[in-house]
Each structure stands twice: as C-alpha cells, then as structure tokens.
C-alpha cells in the first residue's frame, strides 16, 4: 500500500527510504517484526510509566515498533489475497499510516533531539 507508491520509478533513480524500508519489511522473518513491534511498544509504555522525563529515550524503541507494526500489516495485505472488504482494506490503511507517521514523527525528533545536544556546547 504505502511501499507502492515507488513501484513505477526511474531505474537510474535511487529509491525513496520508505521503498528501502519496505523492502526491508518484505524480507524480515514473522518473528523478527513481531519482536520489533513488541519490544519497541512494551520498552516505550515501559520507559515512559517509570521515568516520564527520559521521554526521548523512548524515541528508538518507538522507531522499531512502528516499523515491526507496518510490516505486519503490509505482510497480511500480501497474504490475504483478494477475499478483503472495504471495511478491512480501511482499517488497514489507516493502521499502516499511523505507524508510518508515528515512526517518522520519532525519527524526526530523535534527529532534532541529536542535533540539539551536538549543537549545545557549540552555542553555549
């Protein structure tokens, strides 16, 4: 769904990071995306309910569950085959988004996060 979008690029074009990624997800065991998506969820609920001000330690595990979750669900679009109801289709894609954005939005922060602590004692 979301890794199709690169599906028709230019063959001298590099692919985008989400095709990487996806690629990535394709050729990962069942066991190890449903060991991201659970260490990733149960070491942030984790990290999070002990210690709420180490919030950006909880950014890389956040990182791997949504990709583990993302390939999950791009796994059971592939395997389900053609026996899928709209209804499904949508509750999917709206899952599978989620965890892009939650991915990337954690991705994000941790880069600015890493700047800002490299960028500290040069400004200081």
Do not use: C
């Not at 066991?31 to 330690?57: D, E, F, T």
């Not at 053609?82 to 965890?99: K, L």
Request: no cysteine.
């Amino acid at each position: 769904m979301i890794a199709s979008l690169d599906k028709n690029s230019v063959s001298g074009e590099p692919a985008s990071l989400y095709a990487m990624l996806a690629r990535r997800a394709r050729h990962a065991s069942d066991a190890m995306l449903a060991a991201l998506a659970a260490i990733g969820g149960i070491s942030a609920v984790a990290l999070l309910a002990v210690r709420p001000r180490w919030w950006m330690y909880a950014l890389l595990p956040v990182m791997a569950g949504a990709f583990g979750l993302w390939g999950i669900l791009e796994r059971g679009i592939s395997e389900r085959g053609a026996e899928r109801s709209v209804r499904y289709e949508r509750a999917v894609a709206v899952a599978q988004w989620s965890a892009v954005a939650l991915g990337t939005v954690a991705a994000l922060v941790t880069a600015f996060a890493l700047l800002g602590v490299l960028m500290g004692p040069f400004i200081s």
